[in-house]
T-cell receptor, first 114, second 117 residues
Framework: AQSVTQLDSQVPVFEEAPVELRCNYS??????LFWYVQYPNQGLQLLLK??????LVKGINGFEAEFNKSQTSFHLRKPSVHISDTAEYFC????????????FGGGTRVLVKP | DTAVSQTPKYLVTQMGNDKSIKCEQN?????MYWYKQDSKKFLKIMFS???????INETVPNRFSPKSPDKAHLNLHINSLELGDSAVYFC????????????????FGPGTRLTVL
């Protein structure tokens, strides 16, 4: 079975500073990878996804992530954060043979400080 | 218009009661899901229905019973509520799951916060 580990439970960051959220996955077969964002008291919104092709994936709100197969990682980055980026971020994986069954990591809370 | 809606938004109830959470999507999707997010924010899939047919059923107690009257609705009924059922329950929907390789983006509802006292 596949699994996802988000190495940081909380990441405090100052406004306009860069941020990186780490995600590692485990799977014996090919995967699809995702980052979701959950703003306070809201549902999840897809930030970006890796299905195939270029390993650098660009998403909404200036976020990007890089798929590294050898390191089984899918880290999320943003070069300059805003106060509005304060949220919980979830990395998720699904194996290609069961396309829509998502397995989530434990989440990383990003707190952007002025 | 809300794409995936859930009612109620908050639900507070006593142990042992039976309660239902409703979910509706107006995206024309064929597949719907229920997820549970516990107090530590851990998200786990519970069920998935494709065209009113159950296709994913994780190791969820029998007290939880999903019901899909039509493909736009997936309700979750919980019998004999326990303290450990306290969580946020999210409904989601996607285009039809055809089985095998492929992925269709899931759209999530705003969640229902269930508190069992």
């Amino acid at each position: 079975a596949q699994s996802v580990t988000q190495l940081d439970s909380q990441v405090p960051v100052f406004e306009e500073a860069p941020v990186e959220l780490r995600c590692n996955y485990s799977s014996s077969v090919s995967v699809y990878l995702f980052w979701y964002v959950q703003y306070p008291n809201q549902g999840l919104q897809l930030l970006l996804k890796y299905l195939s092709g270029s390993t650098l994936v660009k998403g909404i709100n200036g976020f990007e992530a890089e798929f590294n197969k050898s390191q089984t990682s899918f880290h999320l980055r943003k070069p300059s954060v805003h106060i509005s980026d304060t949220a919980e971020y979830f990395c998720a994986v699904t194996i290609k043979a069961a396309g829509n069954k998502l397995t989530f990591g434990g989440g990383t809370r990003v707190l952007v400080k002025p | 218009d809300t794409a995936v809606s859930q009612t109620p938004k908050y639900l507070v109830t006593q142990m042992g009661n039976d309660k239902s959470i409703k979910c509706e999507q107006n995206l024309g999707h064929d597949t719907m899901y229920w997820y549970k997010q516990d107090s530590k924010k851990f998200l786990k899939i519970m069920f998935s229905y494709n065209n009113k047919e159950l296709i994913i059923n994780e190791t969820v107690p029998n007290r939880f019973s999903p019901k899909s009257p039509d493909k736009a609705h997936l309700n979750l009924h919980i019998n004999s509520l326990e303290l450990g059922d306290s969580a946020v329950y999210f409904c989601a929907s996607s285009q039809a799951y055809a089985g095998g390789p492929g992925y269709n983006e899931q759209f999530f509802g705003p969640g229902t916060r269930l508190t069992v006292l």
